[in-house]
């Protein structure tokens, strides 16, 4: 998912390290009326809860827009992970 988030500058640093933490990568950052805008790609199944925990985060002031941007293959360790937890092998 494309992911932009508009925040006051303060909490800059705690919304990218949690979309890093999201396994988000980063295409940039602007400046738009006196606020950052913090564009990333972050895997969909990361972003359940996001909207929440990014209100959370910034005391209510952030907002963000998730828009469909493209596919991708999983990596294989988390590919595992999936499948067997799909055949029951694995507990969630």
């Not at 990361?46 to 909207?51: D, K, M, N, R, T």
């Not at 590919?79 to 055949?87: L, M, R």
């Amino acid at each position: 998912m494309a992911v932009e988030v508009l925040t006051p500058e303060e909490y800059t640093g705690p919304i990218t390290g949690d979309l890093n933490r999201r396994r988000g990568i980063m295409k940039g950052m602007d400046t738009r009326a006196g606020s950052q805008v913090i564009k990333a790609d972050v895997p969909l199944s990361e972003l359940f809860g996001y909207i929440t925990e990014l209100r959370t985060m910034s005391s209510g002031r952030a907002t963000a827009n998730l828009t469909f941007a493209h596919y991708e293959v999983l990596p294989n360790n988390l590919a595992e992970g999936v499948v067997a937890k799909a055949k029951g092998t694995v507990h969630a």
